[in-house]
């Protein structure tokens, strides 16, 4: 059965008949882009019950001729990584159209073309994590901004259309450089062999240091503004500030995921040898991200903004797991993307919900939400609890693998970003005391508590994050021999402890 | 004394007879043609005009003699690909310029003058613009398949004195429009005379003006350089001049501004399929043994014009002016693809050009559809918040910007894509960053349309979208299709020019 394409279709399915269904008729389109939703989530979950997970090749494998001329292939096919990814993106796709069920109504066009762009977001977010011919990737990789630069200028608040066309910039130059880079792939593929987009085949292209190392960059680079790392981020904060929080969710739980996902990919399979050239570099700047985006977050008075910079510090975190070249630094990372996609929902959905009852997103205009609002308080902070990787809760599994694994290659690193933990009880607490505690602000009297529909779409969030927490191992048998496997292709084998280990 | 009758090889020079002839006939039409009756008449003629030649040219697409009329035309795979595109894309232009509001209702008359607004209350029409379309097509599907210098400057000519006088014609802002076109007249005149020029340097060199006759004498060497030099650099001014490329690009927004919309339409399109078409066979056939002299400066001319093109657009406040200015950055990487110099290159730029040439031809369309009760309205301001009035028209100007800008999954990425690939392959790498870096600049101004289109709100003078007529909405429908078709799944178009386009030496 062709699993990866079935998952692909369905969701343009669900788009095709909201497409159709009659005007004005909102509450229709609502529901049939929440049932499409769940059922694709249902479906990647039976998907992911038949994964070979001691099979470290690609599964799921479909491959159909696209454009023979160029030697394309409408390629498909998952390995552990891109499976975990892909589950991650289907359960937060109903996740978000459920608790952002009002948050098409601001916008300038009707709530059935929100859901039209979710819908198609949602294939393409499939589909980058799938593709396994080069080509296709960056066709789905560039493809999927223009659903996002809608969805942000379409129906966010504030400066939307100004951080639409930031991000689209970002995204487009960043997108051009791979451009050039995989047309130096494809030009030498047919020096060698046959014009090819295959990642197997290319990651066995001969190439001299000099070439590999500014394909490298090209790749590189684009993954960066995409994940993003420092200096690449500036784009990130203003849009998540002016997005509505469910597409805020998928710009930073998903959308960004493809940037460190790419490293991966594509970074470290097709160019090993510069991989470990540009890793001193690039190590530097994901401690950079640790610590600067901690510090921006705990500065930050609009909640939106301190949650994107949080995200700047984690995907620093996520970078220096990768490029750690251990095998525990590397399933922390992969972990860690799977974890953040839904710390990163529960603070952005609460928060979401904070900010439509209060109408501000100012930090400081929330204060004593506990004694009005419970649930509200306690979930946001739960969310914020995961987002600092307190024990027991699934952050904190990824965070402490990603450390140890840097720690015994490159301990000064390790310890540096130790304290961006330290920073973030700073940058969480800070706003919590603000926000929930102390005396009600006044205007926060009659703030309503969540309703069914919002504890219903935030519980399997709190679910995940807590079970994960204290049994993270299922995901983590998955993960381990993909990991293992990445580091063993780099010719990379895990340094022995220096103590200990008897 | 013997007569050996020529040989003519009539049924390969059919499509361009079958375009001679119904221009003829178009103007007898103008003579003796009740008024009321010529507007549908002169449509019904140049549009059956255009299909009877689509399909005769499609008969002989396998013919076995190559050269027609004693050797002064060649008929290959690239010759009927490029004639098949400027046929087809001269049908959906024909489309919109059968909108005769876009035309002077009497343009011989001074502006502004009595005797024109008597010719406008009298719902005067214009229609000779028809057999001057056709004169022009013919002159563009004979220019890339010239084999001599002389038929080359006649279809040179052929084409470029029907387009002069069209972008005379326009309704509104007539000044402007005579300014165009006689601005286009004086520099294209100047340009005719670098290219005779050249020609007669070339002659010189070579003692032949076939290109037979120029490629064996620079296989074979032994002739002066200087001659041949010159004989390049000239010749290659007149083309890069029709293609707009910079330094000879200074007419081009003038043009495209005054001109009228429809003819613009036609003109950015079809007039770049049949400059470059001559320019690859004359690159890749007859220049292509003194390559060192001449892919350098072609080179920097690319790279030049990329820049330049994408950045001056930046600053354009009028839309059709923008689109000019992103021709000219088009030219550029067109000019890539003629860089190239391997069969890879050839095939791309054919796509290339056909795919441009459609986006173009549909987002002139989508410009014709944006009025107010004064005629079109090109200035960009103006055309905030149309999104909201007619999401027909900004939804497919859009699709064309995203063409234009080399998203995938639209026709310009595949092109952009081969194109930039065939010159990477070549060694031209600094032409390919050069490229992907005005791609950058260019999608920056592309986007900044669809924001004020989108995410803009009206301003108190908006404007309003004209209700479409058929045939214009058909041209851009069917732009709009082929733009997403040519996207999604290019194989069957590419396989296609893969296995026709060789050239005949």
Known sequence: ?502 | MSFTAPVLSYSLLSPMLILLGGALIGVLVEAFVSKALRPAVQLTLTLGTLLLAVMQLWRIRGQQSLTAAVGTIVFDGPAFLLQASILIIAIISVFLIADTEHFAALPAALPGSEEERQAVQSGNQITEVYPLTLFAVAGMVMFPVANDLITLFVALEMLSLPLYLMAGLSRRRRLASQEAALKYFLLGAFSSAFFLFGAAYLYGYSASITFAGIREAIVGGGGNDVLLLIGIAFLSIGLLFKVGAVPFHSWSPDVYQGAPTPVTAFMAAATKIAAFGAMLRIYYTVFANAQWSWTPVLSGIAIVTMLLGSLVAIAQRDVKRMLAYSSIAHAGFLLSGVIALNKAGLDATIFYLFAYGVATVGAFAVVTLVRDSAGEVTDLNRWKGLGKRSPFAATSFALFLLAFAGIPLTSGFIGKFSIFSAAYESGAKGVVIAGVLSSAIAAFFYIRVIVLMFFTDATEDGTSVEIPSILTQASVVIAAVVTVALGVYPAPLLDFITNLAIFIR
């Open chain 1, 1 to 502: 059965m062709k699993w990866l394409t079935l998952l692909m279709l369905l969701p343009l399915a669900g788009a095709a008949v909201i497409a159709v269904l009659p005007k004005g008729n909102e509450k229709a389109a609502k529901q049939s882009a929440l049932v499409t939703t769940l059922v694709v989530m249902t479906a990647t979950i039976a998907m992911a019950v038949g994964f070979q997970r001691d099979n470290v090749d690609l599964q799921f494998v479909e491959k159909y001729s696209w454009i023979p001329s160029f030697g394309i292939n409408y390629a498909l096919g998952v390995d552990a990584i891109a499976l975990v990814l892909i589950l991650m993106s289907t359960i937060l796709a109903p996740v978000v159209v459920l608790a952002g069920w009002n948050e098409a109504h601001g916008g300038r066009w009707s709530v059935k073309t929100f859901y039209i762009l979710i819908l198609v977001l949602e294939t393409m977010m499939i589909g980058v994590f799938a593709a396994t011919d080069v080509f296709l990737f960056y066709v789905i990789f560039e493809a999927m901004l223009i659903p996002v630069y809608f969805l942000i200028g379409g129906y966010g608040s504030g400066e939307r259309s100004a951080a639409a066309v930031k991000f689209l910039i970002y995204s487009l130059v960043g997108g051009l450089l791979m451009l050039a880079s995989i047309i130096a792939l494809y030009v030498m593929s047919g020096a060698q062999g046959g014009h090819t987009f295959d990642i197997n085949k290319l990651s066995q292209l001969q190439m001299s240091s000099m070439t590999q190392n500014l394909l490298f960059l090209g790749f590189f680079i684009a993954f960066a503004i995409k994940a993003p790392v420092w200096p690449f981020h500036t784009w990130l904060p203003d849009a998540a500030q002016s997005a509505t929080p469910g597409t805020s969710v998928l710009l930073l739980g998903v959308l960004d995921k493809v940037g460190t996902f790419g490293m991966i990919r594509y970074c470290l399979t097709l160019f090993p040898e510069a991989s470990k050239t540009f890793t001193p570099v690039i190590l530097i700047l994901a401690v950079i991200s640790i610590v600067y985006g901690a510090f921006l977050a705990i500065s930050a008075k609009d909640i939106k903004r301190l949650i994107a910079y949080t995200s700047i510090s984690h995907f620093g975190f996520i970078t220096m797991g990768i490029f750690a070249m251990t095998s525990q630094g590397q399933s922390g990372a992969i972990l860690y993307m799977f974890n953040h996609g839904f710390s990163t929902a529960a603070l952005f959905l609460v928060a979401g919900w904070m900010i439509s009852r209060r109408g501000s997103s100012t930090i400081a205009d929330f204060g004593g939400l506990q004694r009005v609002a419970p649930v509200l308080a306690w979930t946001f902070f739960l969310a914020g609890l995961s987002s600092l990787a307190l024990p027991g809760l699934s952050s904190f599994v990824s965070e402490f693998l990603v450390l140890v694994g840097t720690f015994t290659r490159y301990p000064v690193h390790a310890i540096i970003a130790t304290f961006g933990i330290v920073l973030a009880a700073l940058y969480i607490l800070i706003p919590v005391q603000k926000a929930l505690h102390g005396p009600t602000t006044p205007g926060n009297e009659n703030l309503k508590d969540l309703n069914l529909r919002e504890k219903l779409a935030i519980a399997p969030v709190i679910a995940i994050i807590v079970v994960l927490g204290f049994y993270p191992s299922p995901l983590l048998k998955v993960i381990n021999p993909a990991a293992t496997h990445v580091i063993s292709q780099m010719g990379f084998t895990d340094p022995a402890p220096t103590n200990g280990g008897k």
